[in-house]
């Protein structure tokens, strides 16, 4: 039976894909999944998840856009270009991310003034969960 990616599992996939270098297949990502959230996960598994196939098409768009460079540097310079392409390409996955996320605050906010719902309504606490309590 194929195994559900946890919240902290996706997270995870997408920080691979936002260092990913080489070519890029649902059966190398899967692979790649494999020492980090010790499962290699279908390709199934992981397009359900939106993040992770977003992130994968990302990815596949700037592989195909932006060829690797082939510098020349010191090793030390090299970790340090590798390391900032690696933030820069999670800045842009998690910029994708948040306006999706306001997008569908939009959509909510919409929604909830056509049913007549208020600021005060819509901020209202969450009830506290009384764990001493329990029905059988």
């Keep these: 039976m194929a195994k559900h990616l946890a919240d ?3 997270e995870r ?3 691979i894909l936002d260092g990913w270098k080489g070519k890029l297949t649902w059966e190398a990502l899967s692979a790649a999944c494999m020492p980090v959230i010790h499962t290699a996960p279908a390709r199934q598994t992981l397009a359900r998840s939106v993040r992770i196939k977003d992130a994968f098409k990302a990815v596949k768009r ?3 856009d932006e060829p690797e460079p082939a510098l020349k540097a010191a090793p030390s310079m090299r970790v340090a270009m590798e390391r ?3 933030l820069t390409n999670e800045n842009e996955r ?3 991310e948040n306006s999706r ?3 569908q ?3 909510w906010q919409y929604n909830a003034h056509i ?3 208020t600021d005060i309504d819509l901020n209202k606490e969450l009830p506290g969960v009384d764990r001493g309590n329990t029905e059988s």
Excluded: H, N, P, Q
Aim: charged content about 40%; proline content about 0%.
């Design 8 to 10: 902290r599992d996706i």
């Design 13 to 15: 996939v997408a920080e």
């Design 62 to 64: 700037r592989l195909r």
């Design 84 to 86: 900032i392409a690696r």
């Design 94 to 96: 998690l910029k994708a």
């Design 101 to 103: 996320l306001l997008e």
């Design 105 to 107: 605050f939009v959509v």
């Design 115 to 117: 049913r007549g719902l």
